[in-house]
Structure formats: structure tokens, C-alpha cells
């Protein structure tokens, strides 16, 4: 059907590529910037207005991340060119309180205006609709400071401007798909990387990789992870998604458009998805482990060297030293206490070491010269020592609760004060550790080694302990936004008292509180 509003001037796909033709944007897999050709951080309302009317997009969705880190949306008919113009120029106004509690009045009337570089086709609409992620503004015209991707934001050029380095980061996004077909499932065996017919939802995964990268997402690869069983009836698989290191904003935007697409395909196939870090008694539960790389000049500093030393060894201390406090960002509900319990394969003490996953923080050891070898034209190997691209600093304590946007910006708050703080690297070689914990036999070096919280009262006691650092020595956060993270978790406290209810040892109260927390975020 023709679009009564397509515009009288035809423009030709040249028309887009005046300053872009050194690319070819025909492989991408994101459909604007394929039309564009052009890369999305340069897309601009013309360019969205350009796409809406000549490929017949006939609603546009204003979406929007609040304090629960979930997608909201809001829907829009396109009605006439000179609404959709005013629409993309002005953005709408929403609720304050309700997008953000801890606001309270102080901002009753806020307004989401579009960030054009994260507009994306929806892929699971029948009518054609564009998305488009919006960020948040006062009714004065100012950056609601209150915002987690302003307090990150915030946080990031503080972290650069006083280290010298910028931050790139990304995740690995495990979840469960749980179903309850009654086909021959192979249960309790290790399914990582396991290939169908020995997995059931390969299928499912890739269609999610393949909508993320549509939506704007960098997917490094996707597979099978250990967990595959089966468990009160029902059939249990766990998957991973990784990403590609990008700039922290748009690194958990993608996270949480993968989360939303991921579940949004489990509805297509009728299973459920949980992202919850406990599914099951002694199964594996899903984390959220997260990557660090620091680079100058573009140039990633991780690799071997004296500024690895000296000025990576200085983050990882002041991470490690502020570590408890962070567990509050980072793991935010009941569930995720039963995770990193001392029962269970995932971090519980304040440590770190080169490739060892029993570790906090982890140093994956990559083989630095099969990364550098390159064939030159006679076919020899050469190496080039600035590609360091895979080293990173692994943070192992997250789960899919965390508040990602207030979690990063607090590492990078903890990271400086580590920088500032010559006196945190002796404590550094306390909590070095190069041996499996998990493994029998370290009693008396666990027993030297600063634990995790054990329950979300205690992640919050260890935050309010230190808010000062966030609020007062490095003012990135507001102080309601604190006090929202520790009511919320003294709020889970009264009934759901991880750390009690596994010394209890009541399989029924340990199975409720994992079926309440499923699918909480």
C-alpha cells in the first residue's frame, strides 16, 4: 500500500553516502544504516523521517529505560510529516515519579526526547514500527541528573578526565529457557557449547543474535552454557549471549534490548526465560560477568607492560577494596544471594587472579602472540604488538538484577579512588589468588580473604557504610538514588533472607524464593 505521506523529492540511496563511502554498509546487519549507508552515531531526524516514509513505517515507539532497568514504551501513529517532525524535535513528556520513585515530586513532569544513533526496525511488530531510545530531560531543558544513564554518563567523563583512559565494556548475558516438552532431554551433563540435536534452542539463540544485531547490538558470539537439567517437571537450558566491548551507555542499552528480545522470541516458541542468577538447587545459575578495558589513543593498555602494572593493578585494587559496597549495584535481589553462596560455583570472596574463574576478578590470559600473528605476503607470520584487543579485566560478582548503569559508573568511581590510593596495591597481594577455591583443600587461604555479602541486608549495611565515596570524595551520585538502592534491598530483607534460608535448609522455602524472583527482571 502507498504511503499517502511519502515525500514528493525521491532520494536515491547516493544521497546518503556523502561522507561514508569508504564503507559498505550492504553486510550490516542493521536495516538503517543499510538504507543510510551511513553509521548509526551520525543518524540525525532527517534521517529518520527519510526511512519512515519511504519504507512505510507507520508507528514510531518511544522507548525508555527507568529505575528498574526494563524498557518502557510509549506508541505513536504517524499521522503527517510536520507531527513527526515536531514529535522527534520536542520528544513527550512522562510521569517523573512513576519513571523514577526516588524522585518523588522534585521532577513531577519529565520529558523523553529521541536519541536518533539507537533507532532500530522492531522486529516482532505486525505493524511496521520504528523504535527509538530516549533519554531524559528536566522541563527546564537540563539532563535530569538523576537519570542512571546521566549518573553514568556523569562517571565516565570523571573516570577519564582524571585517569587519562576510556572505558569500554561488555557482558555475557546468561539465561535460562525452560520448557516443557516431553522429548528426549539429556539432563545433567555439561551442555557448554553443546550443538543440536543435543541442545534443543540453538534455534532460539540465533534468532536473538540475529534481532539484536537488526536492533543496533554488537554480538561477539553466542552458545550453549553448562546448565542443562531437568527439575520439577519442567526441562531446564542455559544459554549465553556475548557481546563486542563498546562504550559503557551503549553497551547495557544493548543488554537491555537483548534481554527484551530474548524474551520476546520465548513467547514465539512457548517457553519461558529467566535471567534470574538462581533457577534451581545446586544447578548453575546465570550470571552476569562483565569486561573492563582501558584504552589511550585508542590503544588497549590491558596488554603486557608497565602501564598494565601500574595503572590497572591501582583500578583492580580500589574495585576490590569497595568490592562489598559494589554488590549492592550489582546483585540486588534474594536470588542473587543464593548464587554467590559458598555452596555454589560463582565468587564469594574478595579476590583476584590471572585466569582463575573461582576469582571476583578475573584476568583472562589470552595467548598474546597467536592474537598478534598476522600473514604477511611471503606467508609468514608477523607480530604486532599494539593488538591487544581481547584483554580485559572480568568482573564475576553481577547478575542480571544489578543496576548496570549505577553498577558501572560505582566501579569507575571505585576504580579512581584505586588510582589515588598507592596504599590499596599492598592489600592487592593479600587477595591475589592463583588456585581454584572451588577445589578442596584452601581452607586456611579462604579464611585469610574478605567474603561478598551473604543477603541483600548486608549488601546495603556495606553501601551505606561507604556512601560518602559515591556521594561526598567523587559526587556522582545523588543521594536519594543511594538511599532508593538500600531501602529497595532492606525491602527484600524482611521475608527473603538468602543467607538464613539456606542455613535453614528448607528445600520448600528455598524453591519459593526461586520461583518469586524468576522473572523479577
Not at 558470539?221 to 517437571?233: L, M, N, S, W
Not at 587477595?431 to 584452601?442: A, D, E, F, Q, R
Request: charged share 25%.
Amino acid at each position: 500500500m502507498e504511503n499517502k505521506f511519502k515525500r514528493k523529492s525521491q532520494h536515491t540511496t547516493k544521497t546518503h553516502v556523502t561522507n561514508f563511502d569508504s564503507y559498505n554498509y550492504t553486510l550490516t546487519a542493521n536495516k538503517l544504516e543499510r538504507y543510510l549507508q551511513k553509521p548509526s552515531e551520525h543518524f540525525c531526524a532527517d534521517d529518520i523521517i527519510d526511512y519512515v516514509f519511504e519504507k512505510d513505517i507507520e508507528m514510531i515507539n518511544f522507548r525508555y529505560i527507568s529505575a528498574d532497568e526494563k524498557l518502557k514504551t510509549i506508541n505513536f501513529v504517524i499521522s503527517g510529516r510536520t507531527e513527526l517532525q515536531n514529535l522527534l524535535k520536542y520528544g513527550e513528556r512522562v510521569n517523573g515519579s512513576s519513571v523514577f520513585p526516588y524522585n518523588g515530586e522534585r521532577h513531577p513532569d519529565l520529558y523523553i526526547t529521541p536519541d536518533f544513533s539507537t533507532a532500530f526496525v522492531n522486529p516482532f511488530t505486525k505493524i511496521p514500527t520504528l523504535d527509538i531510545i530516549c533519554s531524559f530531560y528536566t522541563w527546564e531543558g537540563k539532563k535530569l541528573d538523576s537519570a542512571p544513564e546521566n549518573i553514568l554518563q556523569k562517571a565516565i567523563d570523571f573516570f577519564q578526565e582524571k585517569s587519562g583512559y576510556e572505558v569500554k565494556m561488555f557482558s555475557e548475558l546468561e539465561y535460562y529457557i525452560i520448557s516443557s516438552s516431553e522429548e528426549d532431554f539429556i539432563t545433567d551433563e555439561g551442555n557448554y557449547q553443546s550443538s543440536e540435536p543435543f541442545t534443543k534452542f540453538e534455534q532460539l539463540r540465533a534468532e536473538a543474535i540475529k534481532a539484536i544485531a537488526q536492533c543496533g547490538g554488537k554480538v561477539r558470539y553466542g552458545h550453549a552454557e553448562h546448565g542443562a537439567f531437568q527439575y520439577r517437571g519442567k526441562h531446564y537450558e542455559q544459554h549465553e549471549i556475548e557481546f563486542l566491548p563498546a562504550k559503557p551507555v551503549e553497551a547495557i542499552r544493548q543488554i537491555i534490548i537483548a534481554k527484551w528480545i530474548i524474551r520476546m522470541l520465548g513467547r514465539k516458541y512457548g517457553v519461558s526465560i529467566s535471567f534470574s542468577p538462581k533457577v534451581a538447587i545446586d544447578k548453575p545459575g546465570n550470571g552476569l560477568h562483565t569486561h573492563f578495558i582501558l584504552e589511550k589513543d585508542g590503544i588497549n593498555i590491558l596488554g603486557e607492560g608497565s602501564e598494565f602494572r601500574k595503572s590497572s593493578l591501582k583500578m583492580i585494587s580500589g574495585i576490590l577494596k569497595h568490592a562489598k559496597a559494589l554488590t549492592a549495584f550489582g546483585s540486588t535481589i534474594p536470588a542473587s544471594y543464593l548464587r554467590l553462596a559458598h555452596s555454589q560455583v560463582s565468587p564469594h570472596y574478595v579476590c583476584w587472579g590471572p585466569s582463575n574463574r573461582s576469582a571476583l576478578i578475573r584476568i583472562p590470559k589470552i595467548n598474546m602472540k597467536a592474537q598478534n600473528q598476522r600473514k604477511n605476503q611471503s606467508g609468514i607470520f608477523s607480530y604486532d604488538p599494539l593488538y591487544i584487543y581481547n584483554q580485559t579485566m572480568e568482573y564475576r560478582g553481577t547478575d542480571a538484577s544489578a543496576y548496570m548503569h549505577f553498577f558501572v559508573a560505582a566501579i569507575l568511581v571505585a576504580g579512581i579512588d584505586g588510582m589515588n590510593n598507592e596504599g590499596y596495591l599492598k592489600e592487592i597481594k593479600q587477595s591475589l589468588v592463583t588456585t581454584n577455591l572451588y577445589m578442596p583443600g584452601h581452607e586456611k587461604l579462604k579464611d585469610n580473604l574478605d567474603k561478598l555479602p551473604e543477603s541483600c541486608s548486608e549488601a546495603a549495611s556495606c553501601l551505606e557504610k561507604e556512601r560518602s565515596l559515591f556521594t561526598e570524595k567523587h559526587p556522582i551520585f545523588p543521594e536519594r538514588v543511594i538511599d532508593y538502592v538500600v531501602n529497595k534491598l532492606k525491602h527484600f530483607e524482611g521475608e527473603w533472607c538468602a543467607k538464613d534460608i539456606l542455613q535453614n535448609g528448607d528445600e520448600d522455602e528455598i524453591n519459593h524464593l526461586i520461583d518469586f524472583f524468576m522473572h523479577y527482571r
